[in-house]
C-alpha cells in the first residue's frame, strides 16, 4: 500500500515539477527578450542636422541649406533630408534661366570610431526645379527630375550633452532636367523645343549643428 502510495505522488509530483520549471524558463525567457527590446529601444536615437553648404563647381560658387533627419543605432545613421540650393542673386543659370533647385535624397551616415565624430556618409535621390517659370503664348516650359548623388567623409564635436559641431566635405552630383519651348511663327518655324539636361559635378562642404 506504501509503495503505490509513494508510486502515485512521485507520478503526480513529476509533470507538476517539470511544469513549473517551464514556466519559469518561459518566465525569464520573455523577461530576457523584454529587456533586449527596451536596451535596442535606448540606443536607437532620433536625430537631425542643419548645415550651410559651400558649393564649388567648375565656374561657379554659391551656397544653400542641408536639413536631415533621421535614426542612429551604434555607429549608423540612416534618414531622409533635403537640400536647398538658390539664394537671391545666388541663383544657379543655364543658358539665359537663373532658377533655385532642391534636392530629395535618402542619407546613410557610419561612424569610424567608437567616439563617432569621424564618420563616412552617402546620399542618393532626386533634384527638382524649385523656381516657377512663366508659361505664356510665346515661351513654355517643363520640369523634369533629374538625379542626386554624394558621397563623402566629416567630423564632429560635441558642444553639449546633445548638440554637436559638424562638418563635411563631399562629392556630388545634381542632375537639372527641363524642356524650353518658344513661338517663332514670326520666321514660319512655329514651336520650337529647347531640351537642357545638364550634370554638374562639385564639392560641397557643409558646416552646422546636430542634435540628438
Known amino acids: 500500500m506504501l509503495s503505490r502510495t ?9 509533470p507538476l515539477i517539470g511544469f513549473c520549471q517551464k514556466s519559469k524558463s518561459d518566465s525569464v525567457r520573455s523577461n530576457q527578450q523584454s529587456l533586449n527590446v527596451t536596451n535596442i529601444e535606448r540606443k536607437i536615437k532620433y536625430g537631425g542636422t542643419q548645415q550651410l553648404g559651400l558649393i564649388f563647381s ?5 551656397y544653400g541649406f542641408n536639413f536631415f533627419n533621421g535614426l542612429r543605432y ?6 531622409i533630408g533635403i537640400q536647398y540650393e538658390g539664394l537671391p542673386r545666388n541663383n544657379y543659370t543655364i543658358g539665359n534661366f537663373q532658377f533655385s533647385t532642391a534636392s530629395l ?3 546613410h551616415r557610419y561612424y ?3 567616439r563617432k565624430n569621424f564618420f ?3 546620399e ?5 526645379i524649385a523656381s516657377k517659370f512663366t508659361n505664356n503664348n510665346f515661351q513654355k516650359f517643363k520640369k523634369f527630375n533629374g538625379a542626386y548623388g554624394a558621397i563623402g567623409i566629416g567630423f564632429k564635436a560635441k558642444l553639449s550633452s546633445e ?3 559638424s562638418f563635411d566635405l563631399n562629392y556630388n552630383l545634381r542632375n537639372i532636367r527641363f524642356n524650353h519651348e518658344y513661338n517663332s511663327s514670326w520666321n514660319g518655324r512655329g514651336w520650337i523645343i529647347e531640351k537642357y539636361d545638364s550634370r554638374q559635378y562639385r564639392l560641397m562642404l557643409n558646416i552646422g549643428l546636430e542634435f540628438f
Do not use: D, I, W
Not at 551604434?74 to 534618414?79: C, E, I, L, M, V
Open 163 to 165: 548638440v554637436f559641431y
Open 58 to 62: 567648375e565656374s561657379t560658387f554659391h
Open 124 to 128: 542618393a535621390g532626386t533634384t527638382m
Open 6 to 14: 509513494l508510486v502515485f505522488v512521485f507520478v503526480g509530483l513529476f
Open 120 to 122: 563616412a556618409k552617402a
Open 112 to 114: 569610424l570610431n567608437k
Open 74 to 79: 551604434k555607429r549608423y545613421f540612416s534618414g
Open 105 to 107: 535624397y535618402a542619407g
